[in-house]
């Protein structure tokens, strides 16, 4: 049991030291390319964040781990919605771009709608893993176009922050080494994600078996809160610097990603695709669908997520936990049933 404790633990530094690391080569590399910062904020440096969940879903999708898979992704976007904006709402009232409020939170209230009914049958096929990702490449081309007309001193900014020295514009002579000094950043930010999430894995496997608790529930949970720590270290880190934008866009856009990236992928990689449990696809996906839309609701309203606001996102968050453990049997020392939660 102390040996899962010590893998839970190690997996999570790990992963959280490879998400940083990700998110900090990724941008870097995108700025050196002069893409978008709303773009790169939206998309890059989201996609980096959500490489915690890539590396766990694809490693139990390949398993034949299904109910981790789904409860991570499904997890890790509830913790998205309402822990993320809603901590970083409490540090600092959020108010966000227009784009974000008309394009990408409604493009990820139809993120979780497409999830819910690619999993309707019960099973999330290659080819339903195919058309996430023909959506992602949709929405990333949307998004750069939307972005195009924006400064970068905002993102450029937050980079600064996480690398902790400024970034200098570089020259054509040295252009080249910076560039190849970002792909070693994002190597080791990898190599420390699939090291990572090899432990997290196992270690969770094993609590889950030791407590009595169904691998659904404990990706619902530990999986999905351990994944999201880049997340949620990134969003406020953002709002601390002031840079709301980007800490509603992380969470906004890695919402996105972990169905249309994560969830594809994971699909296309599995042999079988993904089985969903019916209590999955009748319970929780539906109250991910709620939390994207009452965050919609919330960033409607002068384009703002007050402190109040985000204070009652953070308590649905808990409540959603409790329910999770009541419905398993984990607060009453029960053990659940076969197939039930």
């Known amino acids: 049991m102390l040996f899962a404790v010590a893998q839970l633990l190690g997996g999570s530094l790990l992963l959280l030291f490879g998400g940083e690391w990700v998110v900090r080569g990724a941008s870097r590399l995108a700025i050196l390319a002069k893409l978008s910062p709303l773009f790169v904020g939206l998309t890059v440096v989201s996609l980096g964040t959500s490489a915690p969940e890539m590396a766990v879903s694809v490693a139990t999708a390949m398993q034949g781990k299904a109910d981790i898979t789904i409860g991570n992704v499904v997890g890790s976007n509830l913790f998205n919605m309402l822990m993320i904006v809603g901590v970083s709402a409490m540090v600092s009232a959020l108010t966000v771009d227009r784009q974000i409020t008309s394009f990408d939170v409604p493009a990820m209230v139809g993120a979780c709608v497409a999830m819910w009914v690619v999993g309707f049958n019960g099973n999330i096929s290659r080819f339903d893993g195919i058309v996430l990702l023909v959506?992602?490449?949709?929405?990333?081309?949307?998004?750069?176009?939307?972005?195009?007309?924006?400064?970068?001193?905002?993102?450029?900014?937050?980079?600064?922050?996480?690398?902790?020295?400024?970034?200098?514009?570089?020259?054509?002579?040295?252009?080249?080494g910076a560039v190849l000094l970002q792909l070693v950043v994002l190597a080791i930010g990898i190599g420390a994600l699939i090291l990572g999430c090899d432990w997290f894995v196992d270690g969770s496997v094993t609590f889950a078996r030791r407590f009595g608790l169904s691998e659904a529930v404990i990706g619902l949970t530990i999986v999905s809160v351990g994944t999201s720590l880049p997340e949620l270290v990134t969003s406020v880190a953002a709002t601390l610097k002031g840079e709301r934008g980007i800490a509603i866009g992380n969470a906004v856009g890695s919402t996105i990603l972990n169905v249309l990236a994560v969830l594809g992928v994971s699909a296309c990689v599995s042999p079988v695709g993904i089985n969903v449990l019916q209590s999955i696809e009748h319970v929780d996906i539906p109250i991910m669908i709620g939390a994207a839309i009452l965050s919609w609701v919330f960033l409607r309203t002068q384009r703002t997520v007050t402190r109040i606001e985000g204070s009652m996102m953070v308590l649905l968050y808990f409540g959603y936990v409790a329910y999770l453990l009541i419905s398993s049997g984990a607060l009453l020392g029960e053990a659940p049933m076969n197939g039930a939660l």
């Open 135 to 176: 959506a992602m490449v949709v929405y990333f081309a949307i998004s750069y176009r939307l972005g195009r007309g924006h400064g970068t001193e905002e993102i450029e900014e937050f980079v600064d922050g996480v690398a902790g020295e400024p970034l200098e514009t570089p020259t054509l002579t040295s252009k080249v």
